[in-house]
C-alpha cells in the first residue's frame, strides 16, 4: 500500500504498527511514531551540520542502522550517539545476477570507473591516466553511471567531459547502463580504478561501496584509496588499496 509522503505523520502518529523504519530523513521522526520498533536506516556520512537534528530525535527511535564498522565509528565521533543505539548493517547487491558471466579472456587494457564524477574522476582523467598512458599506450578507461546529476556541479561535469575528450580514443563513455551489461563489461575488464577522494571533496570517504562489491562478483580487481570502508568492503586478494 502506497500513500502520500504528505500523510506520513497522520499515519505513523496514528495507527499502531510494529516497525518503522524511516530512511536518511531523521527530521520524519520529530514526533512520537507509533510504532514497537523504529529504526532510523542511514546511507550517508554523518555531516557536523544535522548533528543537531540527528541528536534532536534520539528519544525516539530504537536502533540507528548503519552499513559497515568505519560507518559506527563515524556516527559516534560526529553525532556522538552511545555505542548501543548503533546497528551495524551492510550493504548487498544480488549475486544471482552474476551466474553464468563469461569471465574470459579478460582484456588486461581495460579500465572501469562507474562511481559519481566528483567522487574521484578528476584525480584519474587529469592525474592518473595521461601517466599511466605513457607506460601502457594500450590502456582504454570506460566510464560509465548512473544517471543522477547534481544541478550545481553542472560546470564540474563539463570539466570532466573535456578531460575525457582530451584522451582521445583511450577514454570511452559507455553511458547508464543496465546491470546485466555492466556486469558483463567487468566480467571481461582488467580493472575497476577508483582514486577517491576529489580534490573538490576532501571530506568524502565511502561508508560502503557497492560499486566495489559488483567488481568483486565479477572478479573483476580494484585498485582504489585505503579510505573510508574500503577496506573492510574489498578482501585483500581482490585488489590494492593506495595510501594518500
Known sequence: QYRKIEEW?????????????VQRAPEALSAR???????????DLALGRQAATVRGVLWNLDRIIVLSRFMAG???QVYQVPEDLLWTSRNGIDLSLFEGLDTGPRDRHALFYAARPERGLDVLLQFIMPRLLEAEPEATLYLCGYKNPVEHLQAFYDQMADAAKALGDRCVWLGYLP????????????CYV???????????AEI?????????????????????????????EAGVLIDG
Open 179 to 190: 546491470k546485466a551489461d555492466l556486469y558483463r563489461r567487468y566480467a571481461q575488464g582488467g
Open 74 to 76: 563515524q556516527y559516534r
Open 9 to 21: 505523520a497522520a499515519f505513523a502518529q496514528g495507527a499502531p504498527h510494529d516497525v518503522a523504519i
Open 194 to 204: 577508483y582514486p577517491t577522494p576529489s580534490p573538490m571533496a576532501r571530506g568524502f
Open 33 to 43: 511514531l507509533n510504532a514497537r520498533l523504529t529504526l532510523l536506516w542511514c546511507h
Open 208 to 236: 560502503s561501496c557497492i560499486s566495489a562489491m559488483e567488481a568483486q562478483a565479477a572478479g573483476l580487481p580494484i585498485v582504489t584509496s585505503q579510505r573510508g570502508a574500503l577496506p573492510e568492503t574489498i578482501t585483500p
